[in-house]
């Protein structure tokens, strides 16, 4: 991928004009992917899109294109207390960004206002910072943005956000959940885990440690189906999508430590390595049971199936049962 002024700058004084009609057409023209392939961008150059999307029907509802050589990095929805009822749709973008070496160009954060009852994004303004936006969240009618290294507050502006105040000791990679730790008031149990890195100049305690063996790109509470309770959903650099629930009762707890316990020592992993050395890789586990390995008792044969539920005073149906309850209670 060419950027614009690239193009331009390759031909002549006297054609340049000419070039960068001709750069425009081509940047703008949309060529089928099933036909042509998908683009390929070449080093240091990027295309980025922001796309609203109906998830029932998944038909898209908006879409904007950033400029060339863009990189969206961070996304958050959210109100500001001087913005009344609207909702507001902040991007954090990255501007002639390369890897390795890393060097960057600077950046923008991107204001949108959803209008049309929520299916359309008004572009409002976009704020320039000096590093990459990593990470955008919500926080009592402002916004806490991770810029860099950088942790600042920003408030709804006229013609830019206006920055309040800013942390320049804070160290993080992303607000939104990316590393190993995370805290919580409860047990938890979790589907394929979530490594979440938080660090900040006050001690905190650890609550529970879990090592998931990817890269969390993000960490949303919500709920995923009417009436249900909230759970904590992410997704993965390699495309999975995970949902930790915490327990309601210390029975249910109980129930799920003791069926992991035996799971791990009737149904270990293919590959041979020891499940709790995996999900202790760089510290002990604490808190947190693996729903994936519970999971996998009902893909055990009758015979195994008999002997852990003996083990836990239940049968195998009741056992099938609790499993598809907790499942239920919160996401399908």
């Given at each position: 991928i060419f950027s614009r002024s690239e193009m331009v700058e390759a031909a002549g004084e006297d054609e340049r004009e000419l070039a960068a009609e001709m750069a425009a057409a081509f940047l703008n023209e949309n060529l089928p992917e099933a036909i042509f392939g998908a683009p390929k961008a070449?080093?240091?150059?990027?295309?980025?899109?922001?796309?609203?999307i109906n998830p029932i029907q998944g038909n898209t509802l908006d879409l904007v294109q950033l400029e060339q050589n863009e990189a969206a990095f961070s996304v958050a929805v959210c109100r500001f207390s001087n913005g009344g009822d609207d909702w507001y749709v902040?991007?954090?973008?990255?501007?002639?960004?390369?890897?390795?070496?890393?060097?960057?160009?600077?950046?923008?954060?991107?204001?949108?206002?959803?209008?049309?009852g929520g299916d359309k994004l008004e572009f409002l303004h976009k704020t320039p910072v000096e590093d990459v936006p990593l990470a955008i969240a919500p926080f009592q009618?402002?916004?806490?943005?991770?810029?860099?290294?950088?942790?600042?507050?920003?408030?709804?502006?006229?013609?830019k956000l206006l920055r309040k105040c800013e942390n320049k000791l804070i160290m993080f990679s992303n607000l939104s959940g990316t590393g190993t730790k995370t805290a919580f008031s409860s047990p938890i149990l979790i589907h394929t885990c979530c490594p979440f890195f938080l660090l900040c100049q006050l001690q905190a305690e650890v609550i529970i440690n879990y090592h998931i063996g990817e890269t969390v790109l993000s960490l949303q509470k919500t709920t995923l189906i009417?009436?249900?309770?909230?759970?904590?959903?992410?997704?993965?650099?390699?495309?999975?999508?995970?949902?930790?629930?915490?327990?309601?009762?210390?029975?249910?707890?109980?129930?799920?430590?003791?069926?992991?316990?035996?799971?791990?020592?009737?149904?270990?992993?293919?590959?041979?390595?020891?499940?709790?050395?995996f999900r202790s890789y760089?510290?002990?586990?604490?808190?947190?049971?693996?729903?994936?390995?519970?999971?996998?008792?009902?893909s055990m044969d009758p015979h195994k199936q008999k002997s852990v539920s003996e083990?836990?005073?239940?049968?195998?149906?009741?056992?099938?049962?609790?499993?598809?309850?907790i499942r239920t209670r919160y996401a399908f």
């Open positions: 070449g080093s240091g150059q990027w295309a980025s899109l922001v796309r609203m902040l991007v954090g973008v990255a501007r002639d960004m390369i890897l390795n070496p890393r060097s960057v160009g600077g950046g923008y954060i991107y204001t949108y206002r959803l209008v049309g009618g402002r916004v806490l943005v991770g810029v860099g290294k950088l942790l600042r507050i920003y408030d709804l502006g006229k013609k009417p009436g249900g309770s909230e759970s904590l959903v992410y997704t993965t650099l390699s495309g999975g999508i995970g949902i930790l629930v915490p327990f309601t009762s210390h029975e249910d707890h109980d129930f799920f430590q003791h069926l992991e316990m035996h799971m791990r020592s009737e149904f270990p992993p293919l590959c041979g390595r020891d499940h709790l050395s760089y510290f002990p586990v604490k808190n947190v049971i693996d729903g994936d390995l519970c999971e996998q008792f009902n083990e836990l005073d239940r049968t195998p149906p009741e056992v099938s049962k609790k499993l598809e309850d």
